[in-house]
C-alpha cells in the first residue's frame, strides 16, 4: 500500500534543486528577515560608531584644553582676580546661562549676525554673478573684491560711524562689507571651475543664459559657493564681535557689550566665560555649515569612506 508524501518529504529537495511553492516562500521570507534583522543591528551600531567617533576627539580636546588652563593657573603665572581657572569661569558661566539677560544678549547678537549675513549674502550673490559671468566686470572689479575680502573689518568703523553714528545701521554695514566679498568669491571660483562638459550639454538642451545659469552653472558651483558662505560667515562673526565692541547702543544689551562691561569692571571670570559663549556659537554655526557640506556631498555621490 502505498502512503503519501510526508511534511517533512515535501520540504527535501536535491543538491541541485531549488525549494519551490510555499515552502520556498516561507523560506524566502524567514531568510529575508534574517537580512533585515542583521542590517538593522549593523545599523544600529554603524550609527553608534558614527557618533562616538565625531564627538570623542571634540571631548579629548575640551578635557585637553581645562587641564592645560588649570595647570597655568596653578602655576601663579597671573593671579586669580586676573587669569582665574576653569572651574570659576565654568561657574560663573553657569550663572550667567541662569540669568534672563544673557539670552536678551545672545537673541540681540544672533538678530544682527543672522541679518547681516542675510544681507551680505544677496549682495554676493548679485556681485559674484555679475562679476563671474561679465568678462568687462570681471576686469574691473575682480582684483577689487579680493582686496575688500582682505581689509580688516576694524578699518571699516571709523567711516561707518561717521556714516551712520552709533547705531544698528553702523554695525550691518560692517558685517556686510566684511561678508559679503568672501561669498561673491566663493561663487566666482565655482563658476570658473564649472566643468566644460556641463555647459556643453546645457547648450545641447537649449539653455541660454538665466535658463543655463539657473539649471547647470549654479548647481555646479555648489560646492565653492557653500565654502564661500562659510568664509562669509567667519568673517561676518567677527565683524559683529568688533562692532559691538566699539558701537555700544543705550538700553540694547549684547554679548559684545556684555564682554566690554567684564572689561571695564576688570571681571575677569565673566570676561572669560562670555569668550567660551562667542566660541561656542562658532563652534555650532560651524557644525551647521559641515552638515550641509556633508548632506550636499552624499547627495553628488562624493562622501567616500576608505576602509
Request: aromatic content about 8%; cysteine-free; proline content about 6%.
Amino acid at each position: 500500500m502505498t502512503t503519501g508524501p510526508s511534511t517533512t518529504g515535501a520540504l527535501e529537495t536535491s543538491p541541485g534543486q531549488q525549494p519551490s511553492g510555499a515552502g520556498a516562500t516561507d523560506l524566502s521570507q524567514q531568510l529575508a528577515g534574517l537580512d533585515a534583522l542583521e542590517l538593522s543591528g549593523r545599523e544600529r551600531r554603524g550609527v553608534a560608531a558614527r557618533v562616538w567617533a565625531r564627538v570623542w576627539p571634540m571631548l579629548s580636546a575640551v578635557v585637553l584644553v581645562l587641564a592645560v588652563w588649570e595647570v597655568v593657573t596653578l602655576s601663579g603665572w597671573r593671579p586669580e582676580y586676573v587669569f582665574p581657572g576653569p572651574v570659576t569661569v565654568l561657574q560663573e558661566l553657569g550663572h550667567r546661562l541662569g540669568d534672563p539677560e544673557f539670552y536678551d544678549a545672545v537673541a540681540v547678537t544672533m538678530r544682527r549676525a543672522i541679518t547681516g549675513f542675510a544681507i551680505a549674502v544677496l549682495v554676493g550673490l548679485v556681485i559674484g554673478a555679475a562679476v563671474s559671468r561679465v568678462r568687462p566686470l570681471r576686469a574691473a572689479f575682480g582684483s577689487l573684491i579680493t582686496g575688500l575680502q582682505t581689509m580688516p573689518s576694524i578699518a571699516w568703523f571709523p567711516l561707518a560711524i561717521l556714516l551712520f553714528k552709533l547705531s544698528e545701521s553702523a554695525i550691518l554695514f560692517v558685517v556686510v562689507l566684511g561678508a559679503a566679498p568672501s561669498i561673491a568669491n566663493g561663487l566666482i571660483a565655482g563658476v570658473d571651475y564649472t566643468p566644460p562638459i556641463l555647459l556643453r550639454a546645457g547648450h545641447i538642451l537649449g539653455l541660454r543664459r538665466l535658463a543655463l545659469y539657473r539649471h547647470v552653472i549654479l548647481p555646479a558651483s555648489l560646492p565653492s559657493f557653500l565654502s564661500g558662505l562659510k568664509q562669509g560667515w567667519a568673517f561676518a562673526w567677527r565683524s559683529l564681535m568688533a562692532g559691538e565692541l566699539l558701537v555700544i547702543i543705550a538700553h540694547q544689551t549684547s554679548i559684545g557689550e556684555q564682554l566690554d562691561n567684564a572689561r571695564e569692571l576688570s571681571d575677569a571670570p565673566g570676561l572669560l566665560a562670555t569668550m567660551i559663549v562667542i566660541l561656542v556659537i562658532g563652534i555650532v554655526v560651524d557644525m551647521l555649515f559641515g552638515a550641509a557640506d556633508n548632506a550636499l556631498r552624499r547627495r553628488w555621490g562624493l562622501d567616500q569612506r576608505v576602509g
